[in-house]
Nanobody, 124 residues
Framework: QVHLVESGGGLVQAGDSLRLSCAASGRSSSSISMAWFRQAPGQEREFVAA????????NYADSVKGRFTISRDNAKNTANLLISSAKPEDTAVYYC?????????????????WGQGTQVTVST
């Protein structure tokens, strides 16, 4: 079992940067791939970014490519998401997810564990 806790959300202005963190506890072997998803008001939850166990492979949604950076520190059991050049359309609840499998899935069903989410609001 893996327990995920997100932090770092808040209110920022358009163009600002924000760093989200996800702390994982439990069996590290159960969080092979990690990812971030987000859900805006009235919208379905969508894939944002994923990272492999070693951190050498990443995958990004087209809407965030070039602005978001996903990273992880296995020694600290954390995964991070750096949001740069934030846009109002980035406003959403951001969720951390972990999968027991290798591969950078983009669907929710790929991931076995989920955090409770952290709110990010980007003002104009």
């Amino acid at each position: 079992q893996v327990h995920l806790v997100e932090s770092g959300g808040g209110l920022v202005q358009a163009g600002d940067s924000l760093r989200l963190s996800c702390a994982a506890s439990g069996r590290s072997s159960s969080s092979i791939s990690m990812a971030w998803f987000r859900q805006a008001p009235g919208q379905e939850r969508e894939f944002v970014a994923a990272i492999s166990w070693g951190g050498h492979s990443t995958n990004y949604a087209d809407s965030v490519k070039g602005r978001f950076t996903i990273s992880r520190d296995n020694a600290k059991n954390t995964a991070n998401l750096l949001i740069s050049s934030a846009k109002p359309e980035d406003t959403a609840v951001y969720y951390c997810a972990a999968a027991r499998n290798y591969g950078l899935g983009t669907s929710e069903s790929w991931y076995d564990y989920w955090g409770q989410g952290t709110q990010v609001t980007v003002s104009t």
